[in-house]
């Protein structure tokens, strides 16, 4: 974040930070998961971290351009989540992208459960990180991962009244 001087009244120089030109992102995950989240990230964005359920609905605002959600967020209120974005007129059309921990190993029908019921709920995008990157390699999947983000951005910003869609990874 830059800085920039301004005066208060007295006419005294104070550093004031500049606007974050980045996109922001609502990233509701475990505390655990905040390491690989800022590795995963890198520093693209203006990423919001939320551990509760309801900090995330208190960071949502206007400026937020995108939510992701681990599946394992504040033990499992994912769907909660989904369902609140999805419900409020002002959120309903931001991407939402679901992501299932590195190191999750649940059998493919239980990922393909919890994939029925995000696509139910009109979610974005569900990533099986651990899949994705065992198929891709960790460095193309990262890669891979902040493109995705970026597109869902651009295309938000292009069709803003345009409700998501779900793609694979």
């Known amino acids: 974040m830059g800085l920039y001087l301004a ?5 005294k120089a104070a550093a004031q930070p500049s606007a974050d030109l980045r996109p922001k992102l609502l990233i509701a995950i475990r505390p655990e998961d905040m390491a690989l989240s800022k590795i995963i990230l890198g520093d693209e964005f203006n990423a919001v971290f939320c551990h509760t359920y309801e ?3 208190r960071a949502l605002d206007g400026s937020v351009q995108m939510v992701t959600c681990g599946v394992h967020f504040d033990n499992g209120k994912v769907f909660d989540l989904l369902r609140f974005v999805r419900q409020t007129p002002e959120f309903e059309t931001l991407p939402f992208f679901i992501l299932l921990g590195a190191g999750s190993r649940y059998s493919q029908a239980i990922v393909q459960g919890i994939r029925a019921a995000a696509e139910l709920l009109k979610v974005t995008a569900f990533t099986d990180l651990t899949r994705f990157a065992e198929k891709f390699g960790k460095d193309a999947s990262f890669d891979a991962l902040r493109k ?3 597109d869902a951005i651009a295309a938000s910003a292009a069709y803003p009244s345009a409700r998501p ?3 694979s990874r």
């Open 7 to 11: 005066y208060d009244s007295e006419q």
């Open 55 to 57: 900090e995330a609905c």
């Open 148 to 150: 995705g983000i970026r």
């Open 165 to 167: 869609t779900l793609s």
